[in-house]
Structures are given as structure tokens and as C-alpha cells.
């Protein structure tokens, strides 16, 4: 008898539900509650220039470059400031000299930290080209609006 039981409960457990709980506490039948597979972008290509994100927002260029000049020639250390406050957006960039440099500096501050915050640094990747703009202002404002 308790292994009929056990068995009914079993099917039943395994049967789909039906009725109003199952509609609102059910999310299997709902295809936008589903996880959309995530989609990385491929893997940049090797190159001199590094992208460094994850800086605090008192990260210097100064202090940038101190820290990545350990790993080898830094040609240029850049971090991309705010124009308003003056205070780092948290990304900027790094440029060796060589692929190997560029390599090492990668592996040597990957996950390290710089003024308190974990930094993250890869090989950069190329812009995107940015849109074509109407009537060929430049900066997205059409001239005709500010006269």
C-alpha cells in the first residue's frame, strides 16, 4: 500500500501541472522569463594597447602608468576622465611598446588592485564606427538647431 502511494505521488509530481496556481507560479511556459543564452564577444586580438576597466575614480594617468611600468615600456597611459567633474569613468588605456610587454602587463594587473578597487586588463579592441550622423554634424546636433 505506502508503495502505491509512493508511486502516485511520484506521477504526479511528475505530471505537468494544470489550473490557475500552475499559470501564475509556473515560468516554464512563458518563453520571455526564460534566460537568453549569453552571447561574448570573441576574443580581441592581440595588440599593444591594453584595455584597463574596473579604476577608482581617483586613478591618475600618473598612477596608471606607475602601475603598469613594472611589466615593461610604457609608451602611453591614458584614463578616460569625466568632462564635467574631472574624476576617472573607471576604464582607460594602456600602450607598450611590444607584444610581449603588452602580454606580461596583461597577466601581471589582471585581477590585481590599483587605489583599493580590482582592475581588469585585456587587449583592447577597435572601435566601432559610429553612425552616420544627419546633415553632417558631427556630433550628433544638428547645426540648424542652434542658431
Known amino acids: 500500500m505506502a508503495m502505491k502511494a509512493a508511486?502516485?505521488?511520484?506521477?504526479?509530481?511528475?505530471?505537468?501541472?494544470?489550473?490557475?496556481?500552475?499559470?501564475?507560479?509556473?515560468?516554464?511556459?512563458?518563453?520571455?522569463?526564460?534566460?537568453s543564452p549569453a552571447q561574448k564577444p570573441p576574443p580581441a586580438e592581440p595588440?599593444?594597447?591594453?584595455?584597463?576597466?574596473?579604476?577608482?575614480?581617483?586613478t591618475t594617468n600618473e598612477g596608471l602608468r606607475g602601475a603598469f611600468e613594472k611589466f615593461g615600456n610604457v609608451v602611453d597611459a591614458k584614463v578616460v576622465?569625466?568632462?564635467v567633474s574631472g574624476f576617472?569613468?573607471?576604464?582607460?588605456?594602456v600602450r607598450y611598446a611590444t607584444l610581449q610587454e603588452a602580454e606580461a602587463g596583461i597577466k601581471g594587473m589582471d585581477g590585481q588592485f590599483l587605489d583599493g578597487w580590482v582592475i581588469f586588463a585585456e587587449y583592447a579592441r577597435p572601435r566601432n564606427p559610429?553612425?552616420?550622423?544627419?546633415?553632417?554634424?558631427?556630433n550628433g546636433f544638428?547645426?540648424?538647431?542652434?542658431?
Open 81 to 83: 576622465c569625466d568632462r
Open 130 to 138: 559610429s553612425p552616420p550622423t544627419q546633415n553632417g554634424a558631427s
Open 7 to 35: 508511486a502516485i505521488k511520484l506521477k504526479a509530481a511528475a505530471a505537468p501541472s494544470t489550473g490557475f496556481r500552475a499559470l501564475l507560479f509556473s515560468t516554464s511556459r512563458f518563453p520571455f522569463n526564460q534566460p
Open 88 to 93: 576617472s569613468k573607471g576604464f582607460g588605456f
Open 47 to 58: 595588440s599593444t594597447n591594453l584595455f584597463v576597466s574596473g579604476l577608482s575614480k581617483r
Open 142 to 147: 544638428s547645426s540648424t538647431n542652434f542658431r
